[in-house]
């Protein structure tokens, strides 16, 4: 049962690079969530205990993703040892831009956001001072927004699917405990925006819906790539089928791929109908009615 913290530590230890950055602790390169050990445990099993990494994460509710937050990672070392920022670098690569999903479920990115430098002196009376530099990345939680029948975006998440088998649809792949988005196998993600009732009739109910496309690849000419011949072959194709075979009509589509992938970089106005079910009398009820005693 792996959950966010575990999995996020079992990234940064499976980067050898990394590892020979790093003290060990117990036999392993020294990464700890919340608290380091005491300098003086029996675990160190050398002089210095530096440069060894602390990580700490803190999550909230938030409307259009059900959860966001953030995750601090404090590279710590000495003034005589390994620089701060020898290591800052390989810890943003390793995690910024990797989707982490733990045994609950729930599939998160992590995006980096700022590093900001730190001195600290010892509790001691050594005058010794703690050197050091804290990565921030945002945490961006990213649920599965399939839901009843007929629904856009599970007729987006098909299409995207059908579309190109390299590409992983989240929310239709299942995606491993650690994913990271290549050039070659980008990541999708759809979600409804808004919708509307547009018009009615004897027979059909017809809606007006926005939904947003979120594309991730390691480089912006990557998602630029991505996302021109996504918008270029739906926009020739003109419509997507929902599951109970109807079309989902893509009215207009506009974006910016250079736009943050975690607030979506395309727009897309479709239509659907909902076909008016007739009520259906069991002929048994009428005759119920009419019997008296």
Aim: hydrophobic fraction near 40%; include cysteine.
């Amino acid at each position: 049962m792996a959950t966010m913290q575990a999995l996020i530590r079992r990234r940064l230890l499976a980067d050898e690079d990394l590892a020979k950055k790093l003290a060990t602790y117990a036999g392993f390169p020294a990464i700890f969530y919340q608290t380091a050990p005491d300098d003086t445990d029996e675990g160190w099993n050398q002089e210095s205990i530096c440069p060894y990494i602390v990580f700490l994460m803190d999550t909230r509710s938030e409307a259009e993703h059900d959860r966001i937050g953030s995750l601090h990672v404090d590279v710590i070392c000495s003034e005589t040892g390994t620089p701060p920022e020898a290591v800052e670098p390989l810890v943003r690569d390793a995690l910024s831009g990797v989707f982490f999903t733990p045994s609950d479920g729930a599939t998160f990115v992590l995006a980096w956001s700022a590093s900001d430098s730190f001195k600290e002196q010892a509790n001691d009376q050594s005058h010794t001072f703690s050197i050091g530099i804290t990565l921030t990345f945002d945490v961006y939680e990213f649920p599965n927004m399939e839901t009843g029948d007929p629904d856009p975006v599970a007729a987006l998440n098909d299409w995207a699917t059908h579309w190109d088998s390299d590409v992983f649809v989240l929310g239709r792949k299942d995606l491993p405990e650690i994913f990271c988005p290549t050039r070659e196998h980008p990541a999708f993600y759809f979600r409804q925006s808004q919708s509307s009732v547009a018009e009615q009739t004897c027979s059909v109910v017809w809606l007006n819906v926005t939904l947003l496309g979120h594309f991730f690849a390691p480089s912006l000419h990557d998602r630029i790539e991505w996302i021109d011949q996504f918008t270029q072959e739906l926009a020739l194709a003109g419509e997507a089928t929902m599951q109970d075979g109807s079309p989902l009509f893509v009215q207009s589509m506009k974006g910016n791929a250079a736009s943050d992938e975690l607030k979506g970089q395309i727009s897309i106005e479709a239509r659907y109908g909902l076909l008016r079910k007739p009520t259906y009398a069991h002929p048994m009820t009428g005759a119920r009615n009419e019997v008296s005693i």
